[in-house]
């Protein structure tokens, strides 16, 4: 267990934003949570006395220096557990690199995540936001995940039913309101995460993007590392990469509404981009919203709407003058606003705000 004090938080945070964080540890292995529970003083969290997870930092805007002590979760390992007529049963450590992840099991001849190539962050989050993109989310290539309760330090596993998976949404973004809530924001750490790539592997390609690529390349049956390769390529066109250009990826969430909505919408913006969902509901796409309403290029100090994707907020002012996370939110207040004035739709962010 590392334990790191007045730590800086801008090379955590793929937004790359300056703020500084009292204390830091840094999670290795699951035995490292046991040596924080005998550290002089500890404490469990509570309101009172709050814990916060770090992942990749690639979901978060930070909106001053951290007094909440932050687990930086860096656990590493990814192993075959078991290969059956259905599929290959697949585990990571938390703290693996998302892509890097996927890129591997490409490599191992075990598809199934290509859709979700080049989402940035680590293995740990992935359930707690359900990420997903091109038609994959996760859950539907999720088997189960471990975690320690930062309370009672015990372990526990949860499979998909358990983890209430929704849009972008877990049991680990709620943090328990009364004793029937099994909210888990706050009081566990996902240590190793699951996977059942499902066989026989089938593509998934109703996205207009990867229908593209079908019609330019001449390519009407991909194989795994085809869609990889195409995915990436979408992505680095439409997406700053956060090493350059310090961003939290998509900032808001696609916005559902029922067919009706949309079709009042319709009515109004003919061109609007919608998607109809397995539900009967209409899943609007919040880059054309917010494109819709001219916000892209336009910025509040340094923090901006990318030029290329309205989806995604930018830190402009680079490493040495950097955005603050009040500029980026004062944005994103106003894109909301702006948006709901001329649709009626409130967008949701996908950051955690710390």
Known sequence: MLVENNVALQPLNTFGIAARAQSLIRV??????????????????????????????????????????????????QRLVEETEKGWLIEAGAGENWHAFVAWTLAQGWPGLENMALIPGSVGASPVQNIGAYGVELQDRFHSLDAVDLVTGQSFSLDAAQCGFGYRDSVFKHAPSDKRSFGLAGRAIITRVRFLLPKPWKPVLGYLDLERKMTETGISQPDAQQVFDWVVAIRRAKLPDPAVIGNAGSFFKNPTVSLEQCADIIAREPKVVHYPMADGSIKLAAGWLIDACGWKGKSVGNAAVYERQALVL?????????????????????????????????????????
């Open 28 to 77: 290795r292995h699951e035995d490292d949570l046991t040596a924080w529970r005998a550290l002089p003083g500890w404490v469990p969290p509570s309101p009172d006395a709050p814990v916060f997870v770090l992942g990749g930092g690639s979901n978060l805007v930070i909106t001053g220096d951290v007094k909440t002590l932050i687990l930086k979760v860096e656990i590493a390992g």
């Open 314 to 354: 930018v830190n402009k002012g680079g490493p040495k003058q950097p955005c603050t996370g009040g500029e980026v939110m004062t944005l994103a207040k106003a894109i909301q606003t702006s948006v709901y004035e001329r649709f009626g739709i409130m967008l949701e962010p996908e950051p955690v705000v710390l």
